[in-house]
């Protein structure tokens, strides 16, 4: 799904707000817990995006599922209502955390690994990035079982092939030349 545009300029407004209150990282935790339950509820995401829901209800619901959020989150809620733009909402918090972590330099690194990562992988993984990352890192586990075993690892434009499948692929290629 494309971000749009507005999503961008609601999380940078919401972020210069945060970090002029001095809670930028209460609010990240805020925009973490908004997106995660956003993507993990159907019924939310469908009630947020839905065009004959009343603002004014969706603002409702927001706040008394989020009731606990900093007073800048609260406030994002309020603009969303009366722009009614609260299908943006999982949008807004998606950017927020990258404006965020952009902020205080903490790249984001993909590991696709064939199963959940142990701990043992983690640190193999971190000791990588390591040799081509100064910035303080934020690991991503996906699985996909087409890998076979080893890792994937992407950290912005680079990626470093540890898979299995890699290496098969590679020598098949050997094998035929």
Do not use: C, W
């Not at 995006?49 to 409702?60: G, I, N, Q």
């Not at 087409?146 to 690892?153: E, M, N, P």
């Amino acid at each position: 799904m494309p971000m749009s545009r507005a999503a961008i300029r609601y999380a940078k407004a919401i972020l210069e707000t945060a970090v002029s209150s001095g809670k930028a990282e209460s609010v990240n935790q805020d925009m973490k817990m908004i997106l995660d339950t956003v993507n993990s509820n159907a019924e939310l995401h469908a009630f947020l995006k839905s065009p004959v829901v009343k603002p004014a209800e969706k603002y409702a619901a927001i706040s008394e599922i989020f009731s606990n959020v900093q007073p800048d989150t609260k406030g994002l809620f309020l603009l969303l209502q009366a722009n009614k733009r609260f299908e943006i909402l999982d949008g807004i918090a998606q950017q927020y955390n990258a404006q965020h972590d952009v902020l205080n330099g903490i790249e984001v690194a993909y590991v696709t690994t064939a199963f959940p990562i142990t701990a043992e992988l983690e640190s193999k993984v971190l000791a990588k990035i390591k040799e081509f990352s100064t910035s303080k890192i934020t690991l991503i586990n996906q699985v996909d079982e087409a890998i076979i075993g080893g890792f994937i690892l992407r950290i912005g434009d680079k990626q470093y092939n540890a898979s299995v499948a890699n290496r098969l692929q590679e020598l098949k290629r050997e094998l035929s030349n």
